[in-house]
């Protein structure tokens, strides 16, 4: 079936997804029937306190952070620890920044007093998986605050895991079942996407999450059929270009109806 002669599949394709550039492709039937599916409650990526901090490092890297004077700051490594912390002492214990170390969870804990002199400390800390990260720190505000830290290195490696546990047809619909039920995958980048709406006929759709893994990418879109006509979605059996696999939340669309549609493609396909 030409990509243009059906209807959703060429809405799908104004977004942009037509562009996508792979190797090999692989058409799947992804006959799956998910019901009950809204665009709403996307639980994808909590919203963070305001005192906390998410901060992004790889190995070796310089991490500029905000650290509370005369009470303690948290710092936490996702999917890591820390072992090891050196920092060279002022000679002035007394009036020193301390460091504890959280052998549980691997957390440090620092605590600087309200007379330090600069306005700013730094030091080096080894995490349990090998990773050396230099902090260089300004000191804030003087209420206890939180520091997380995700290396994407380590990410990848969960996310290559888990795709080397079955085949690439059933990872795509894997993916595609976690994305339906706003599941979170091990290793996978799961991020709320709002593009702009776009409409192809009577069709509207619009992006509206993303999951990143090592060699997949899924993205959920809501489709909307705003035609006096139902959309008959289970006839549709071409996937837009370069899509692996592909399902529709619903066979069909009365017309006001809504639903969501899920595509995977080959990771860093988009050109």
């Known amino acids: 079936m030409n990509l243009l002669s059906n209807p959703a599949s060429a809405a799908l394709a104004a977004t942009g997804l037509a562009f996508f550039s792979v190797g090999a492709q692989q058409r799947r039937d992804v006959a799956l029937k998910l019901a009950g599916l809204t665009a709403l409650g996307l639980a994808l990526v909590p919203t963070p306190a305001f005192a906390d901090q998410f901060i992004e490092a790889s190995d070796g890297s310089t991490i500029d952070c905000e650290l509370a004077r005369g009470e303690l700051t948290r710092i936490a490594l996702i999917e890591d620890g820390f072992a090891n912390v050196s920092k060279i002492a002022s000679g002035f214990p007394y009036n020193d920044f301390q460091v504890t170390h959280e052998p549980v969870r691997g957390d440090i804990y620092i605590s600087v007093p309200p007379q330090y002199a600069s306005d700013r400390i730094s030091f080096f ?82 992006q ?64």
Not at 136 to 157: D, K, M, V, Y
Not at 244 to 260: Q, V
């Open 125 to 206: 800390a080894t995490s349990q998986a090998g990773h050396v990260y230099k902090f260089a720190c300004r000191l804030g505000g003087n209420e206890a605050t939180q520091l997380f830290i995700t290396n994407p290195a380590l990410a990848r490696s969960e996310a290559e895991e888990w795709e080397a546990s079955a085949s690439p047809s059933d990872n795509a619909i894997r993916l595609i079942e976690a994305m339906a039920s706003d599941a979170v995958l091990p290793g996978f980048a799961a991020r709320a996407e709002l593009s702009r709406l776009r409409r192809t006929g009577s069709i509207e759709v619009q």
């Open 208 to 271: 509206v999450a993303q999951y990143d893994g090592a060699e997949l990418t899924g993205q959920r879109f809501v489709i909307r059929n705003l035609g006096n006509d139902a959309l008959d979605l289970a006839s549709e059996r071409e996937a837009p270009a370069g899509a692996l696999a592909f399902a529709y939340g619903r066979e069909s669309l009365a017309p006001g109806e809504a639903t969501s549609a899920f595509l995977v493609f080959a990771a860093g396909g988009l050109e």
